[in-house]
């Protein structure tokens, strides 16, 4: 299965957070990526439109930067709510871990852990694309400030984990800052400055020093986190 073998719908909301629709032509089953709460309805309006079944709900990670939608796809829905295992919220219905799969008819969503962001963040590695989360963002990387960061966790999802995989993989990230839509991995690898480190010690020492001062507080952490974690 390649690539355009499969459907797959991005969308948006206006802070800049970024979530997935993708689904098997053949049995119409249907998996919602990160639904954040204002996108719950134009995904489920989606997911009607195109005569699907949603059987799974994946959060990458418990987000500390905005409210996830995956309670109200649970209540509307019969989709299961998957996350990694080490996930702290009680409501998961399907906890996975590095290399596990799971399927949409013959489409294989595989889960690969690439913690730093988040200790509990999956990438969703798709035919011809990647679902990078948090973990790559165009040009740069999730910070690792936040509760359950860790920056040299996220050195090694980059530098060992995402360098292995195909350059031509599609990249399609949780946030987009600057309104792209997505990336291609050979290009993330030449130019993403995160990606160019001389080494982990200047890796770190940025992520943790130098990068929180010049980021934004994020928007209702603590509640946000709270929510997230229930
Ligand atoms: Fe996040």
């Not at 059987?55 to 905005?66: E, G, K, M, R």
């Not at 973990?135 to 292995?164: E, F, K, M, Q, W």
């Not at 291609?184 to 690898?189: A, D, H, Q, R």
């Amino acid at each position: 299965m390649g690539e355009s073998d499969y459907l797959f719908e991005q969308f948006r909301v206006e802070r800049g957070c970024l979530g997935y629709l993708v689904a098997d032509p053949g049995t119409r089953q249907a998996a919602l990526v990160d639904p954040e709460v204002e996108m719950v309805e134009q995904m489920l309006d989606s997911v009607f439109e195109h005569g699907l079944k949603a059987v799974y709900v994946i959060d990458t990670h418990t987000h500390a930067d905005h409210f996830s939608g995956v309670r109200e796809v649970r209540k509307k829905t019969i989709a299961k709510l998957v996350m990694h295992r080490e996930a702290p919220a009680s409501c998961v219905d399907v906890r996975v871990e590095d290399g596990d799969r799971l399927y949409l008819g013959d489409l294989s969503l595989k889960f690969l852990h690439t913690p730093g962001h988040a200790k509990d963040l999956v990438s969703v590695l798709l035919p011809g694309r990647i679902l990078s989360a948090d973990a790559l963002l165009i040009g740069s990387c999730g910070r690792t400030d936040l509760p359950n960061g860790n920056a040299v966790r996220a050195y090694h999802t980059l530098y060992h984990t995402y360098r292995a995989l195909p350059d031509d993989l599609l990249v399609f990230p949780g946030h987009d800052y600057e309104g792209r839509k997505h990336s291609v991995l050979g290009e993330e690898k030449a130019t993403n400055p995160k990606m160019n480190f001389g080494g982990e010690e200047a890796f770190v020492r940025y992520m943790e020093r130098e990068n929180p001062e010049t980021l934004t507080p994020v928007y209702q952490l603590a509640d946000a986190l709270k929510a997230n974690m229930a």
